[in-house]
């Protein structure tokens, strides 16, 4: 897993403001060192610096993570986070091999009654909580800000209030 630096590249960068970015030198603000887990990237074997390096290859306008690469085929097969983890919940089980059977959670399991609740609430996480952070926090409208935050707000009190009465496991 290739894990890009949590800021996005400045402004003044040449490639580009705000292209996430390989960058295992890069200093975190909050510590002064660098951050452990960032890294170079290898999925390409290419070590590109940008994601947008990635994207560009096969010729997309994209810019966003997360990415799930082919090494063999050489292209990007998912850029969907909810696609990504089930595609992984089905096929990578022999990634998590050391662990036993009972602390490998089945992320989506073959029931349909459950799958509708998970389908839901992927679709309120998605829309009000992933997606309503960036509607929010790059909204130049004021009327849409609102929205967004109370949506955001209103989206984690209803996750709080299903956590809080075990109705999720
Ligand atoms: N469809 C995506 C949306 C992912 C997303 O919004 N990614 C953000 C980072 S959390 C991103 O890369 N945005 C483009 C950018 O920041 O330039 C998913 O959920 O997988």
Redesign the pocket.
């Known amino acids: 897993m290739d894990v890009v630096f949590p800021n996005?590249a400045q402004e003044h960068n040449p490639e580009g403001p705000?292209n996430?970015q390989f960058a295992p030198e890069r200093i975190a603000m909050l510590t002064g060192a660098p951050l452990p887990e960032c890294a170079t990237e290898t999925a390409t074997r290419q070590a590109f610096r940008f994601v947008r390096n990635i994207h560009d290859a096969e010729g997309s306008k994209e810019?966003?993570?997360?990415i799930l690469y082919d090494r063999l085929s050489r292209w990007i097969v998912s850029?969907?986070?909810?696609e990504i983890v089930r595609m992984l919940n089905r096929s990578a089980g022999p990634l998590g091999i050391q662990y036993s059977n009972k602390m490998r959670h089945n992320l989506y399991p073959a029931d349909n009654n459950l799958r509708e609740d998970i389908n839901a609430l992927n679709k309120l996480i998605?829309i009000a909580i992933?997606n309503g952070a960036?509607k929010a926090g790059f909204s130049s409208d004021k009327a849409i800000y609102e929205t967004a935050y109370r949506k955001y707000f209103d989206a984690l009190a209803k996750l709080e209030s299903l956590l809080t009465d075990g109705l999720l496991f």
């Open positions: 996005r705000n996430w810019r966003s993570v997360p850029n969907e986070s909810a998605y992933n960036y």
